[in-house]
């Protein structure tokens, strides 16, 4: 037992020693900052862009079953863009997508005894809803709302954001559609652009030569490579849902999103590293994948019509399986059931591209 327990230990310090090399020299040349800085600033620019464009009136959506004055004063009004809806659900599916620096963040709902009571003097109260990313804003929100309608009405009018909180919905979430592309198209092209220099860096210094001379196995240089490669990763994932953390209703799913897209973002970065020798000769092939899995997604999420072969084999491409994941982090229920299939069928491709690795690296070697 104290013998295989001390054969365990030196493969785990192999494999560190290994890893450790690449993650200190990532940090030492700011690799790590100049990732975070640079995706950042990416993941920054549709805020950026609706604070440069912020328009001089307030976005409202409403709904508003008894046909009240209020809305007809809000429509008249040129400091309020009233946008109606024709169901309470219409509306709290709306206002759930949003939360993404983009769109109406409000959603009001009238009583239909609004008016009567207005006019008796009563001090009505609307139910206002906001989205699961812009709940710690609901009493801002209320604040702001409740004096905006109270100097436009001349009469205090209260509102109750108490509960009121919409999730995404699976159908038609638009924004929050557009916000996992993002996410996954920016962890993958980080992903694979990065990972094969490990290789890449090696072959060109001649070390891996002496690595595979040395007393570590084939297994281990690829285990210790594919750990450097999901630190990487994991720094890219780990920007991208610090970035919209507010917007997560379930952490434990986007963990497994972010070990996901480690697995298959490294496992591409490998296969690409072992079977050529310079990164100038896999700029057309990374670019071409990477237009394969983001074309995916978008067919996927934007519900493209194409042909039933087609449409069959989508749902399996490991990034529309990883964008689905991530998908569901943002929902209120989850489907275990959907997430472990999908999360199986991304572990399952990229074992199997671990093992060409291994293999290359092993045809290398003799």
Known sequence: MNTTRSKTLDNLNVVWTIASKDILDAIRNKLVLSLILGLTFMLSMPRVMSWMLDPPY???LVYDPGNSDLVLELENSPQFRVSQTRSIEELKKTIGGMG????????????????????????????????WANRAKADEFRTDFEQQFTDLL??????????????PSRDT?????????TSVTLILVFGIQLVPNLLFEEKQTKTMEALLVSPATIRQVVVGKALAGLFY????????????SSAVVHWGVALLAMIGCGAFGVAVGL????????????????????LILVGAMFVYMVNVQVPSFVEAIIPWVPSVSLAKIIFASFLES????????DLGSVLGI???????VIWKVRRSDR
């Open 58 to 60: 307030t976005e409202v």
């Open 271 to 290: 296969v690409l590293g072992s079977f050529f020798e310079r990164q100038q000769e896999v700029i057309g092939l990374m670019m071409l994948l990477i």
């Open 100 to 131: 993404f620096g983009l769109g109406v963040e409000v959603g009001v709902v009238v009583p239909t005894d609004f008016d009567p009571l207005f006019k008796a003097d009563g001090q009505p109260v609307l139910d206002g809803y906001v989205s």
């Open 154 to 167: 001349g009469q205090p009018v209260n509102l109750n954001f108490e509960g009121n909180i919409a999730y």
């Open 334 to 341: 989850v489907h275990w059931t959907e997430i472990l299939r």
């Open 233 to 244: 990763i994991l720094v890219i994932a780990g920007v991208v849902f610090v970035f919209y």
């Open 350 to 356: 990229s074992l199997l591209l671990y093992a060409v």
């Open 173 to 181: 979430a638009l924004l929050l559609g557009i916000a996992i592309i």
